[in-house]
């Protein structure tokens, strides 16, 4: 099978020495985010304090975010991760007696579902769906829980468990036609998979940048569709959602006319700078590009690990499904420590090993980890 990025693979030193398959946790560091995090620590040295640069870094980060899900720059706050993007945006919302539900899924991210949890002393009832891993109907099964008492939507586009995909549009025309906004959880998608958030006409979306973004934890981004965020006035806030953060009158509360009212306090400054150059790189490749490569390497992984008699929880059709393919496996913290001693990073989360590879990745770093995988736990 052909690698078309080959030659991106000099700037991930770490491929020198191991192989890294675990970007539903962390992806591998390239060359141009240790340069960004260099120049962020060079300017500290020298200026001692650049406020015009560091605000130039977070608007180049929300800048190439936007980029890569089609969306307006001001349509974009900048917090300090998923969670607290989910908070902020939850904080906006009301829920009333004949409109009380949240739904998810059973196969949601804990944080997000603890965070709609959290609103219940504002009246909200999290209603959860149930989904089985390797499953291809969740988009069903959310559709038809939605109705005329649901208040939100919440679905994660990737399942960080085992990569099964949502059809985001679907699922928000059925919070659409019932009144309901959707909230989409990113986090294992962005970077990976390719999003229009004008043509899937998603309401609000969010990701962080540790994991297919390339990036690091300590930041992430909220897309709110702008006559949405124009109604929504959150009671989590900051500084950075007036319409002037420089204004420094503690007496005004003004609100950003667009997504940034959602933004609170200082932006992480050196984790923009990371994630501009990281998804610099992913924009300049192009994630539909990456996106049919990845669906290359998942059929590659689901046909060689069957063939190795490895129990796989993700869906087998690798259309439903994301970078991510999830082997189940016992002792899967442990193997994840033994399979590292082998020079394969992968990731762990309960009962199964996460094989997630990047654009980066070739084919026999998938079958070179599989075939481990096996070997390790015959
Ligand atoms: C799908 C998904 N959502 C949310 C989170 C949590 O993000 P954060 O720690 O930025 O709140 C994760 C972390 O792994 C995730 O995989």
């Not at 906006?92 to 009380?100: M, N, S, T, V, W």
């Not at 679905?155 to 919070?175: E, K, M, N, P, W």
């Not at 959602?241 to 609170?264: E, H, I, K, Y």
């Not at 796989?312 to 970078?323: D, Q």
């Amino acid at each position: 099978m052909k690698h078309p990025f080959s030659s991106y693979r000099k700037l991930f030193p770490i491929l020198d020495n191991a192989i890294q398959l675990s970007s539903c946790s962390q992806s591998a560091l390239s060359l141009p985010v240790r340069q960004a995090i260099d120049d962020y620590l060079d300017v500290w040295v020298r200026r001692g304090a650049d406020w015009g640069y560091w605000m130039e870094q977070v608007a180049l980060a929300r800048a190439e975010f936007a980029r890569m899900i089609h969306a307006d720059v001001d349509d974009i706050a900048v917090l300090g991760s998923v969670s607290d993007a989910a908070s902020a945006f939850a904080s906006a919302l009301r829920f009333e007696a004949d409109r009380p539900e949240i739904v998810t899924t059973t196969l949601d991210f804990p944080s997000i579902c603890h965070v709609w949890l959290a609103q219940q002393p504002r009246g909200a009832q999290t209603r959860f769906v149930p989904v089985e891993a390797g499953g291809t109907d969740t988009t069903d099964r959310v559709v038809a829980a939605i109705d005329g008492r649901t208040a939100l939507v919440s679905v994660s586009q990737a399942c960080f468990y085992d990569g099964q995909l949502v059809d985001i549009a679907a699922t928000g025309r059925a919070a659409r036609r019932h009144g309901a906004v959707q909230f989409v959880d990113a986090y294992q998608s962005a970077g990976s998979v390719a999003i229009d958030v004008r043509a899937q006409e998603v309401d609000v979306l969010a990701s962080g940048a540790q994991k297919y973004l390339l990036g690091i934890p300590g930041i992430a981004f909220l897309y709110v569709r702008p006559e949405l965020a124009r109604r929504l006035v959150p009671t989590v806030t900051g500084w950075f959602g007036r319409v002037d953060p420089f204004a420094f009158d503690p007496a005004r509360l003004d609100f950003a006319d667009s997504a940034t009212r959602f933004s609170t306090g200082t932006p992480p400054m050196m984790c923009a700078s990371v994630a501009r150059a990281s998804m610099g790189l992913l924009n300049e490749i192009g994630i539909p590009a990456i996106e049919a490569y990845l669906g290359q390497l998942s059929a590659l992984a689901i046909e060689e690990a069957t063939r190795l008699d490895l129990e796989v929880a993700s869906p087998l059709e690798p259309s439903a499904k994301g970078a991510n393919t999830a082997i189940r496996i016992a002792n899967a913290a442990q193997v994840e420590a033994r399979m590292l001693q082998s020079g394969y990073v992968v990731s762990a989360r309960n009962d199964v090993i996460r094989i997630a590879p990047h654009f980066y990745n070739n084919a026999d770093d998938v079958v070179g980890a599989l075939r481990e995988l096996a070997r390790l736990t015959r």
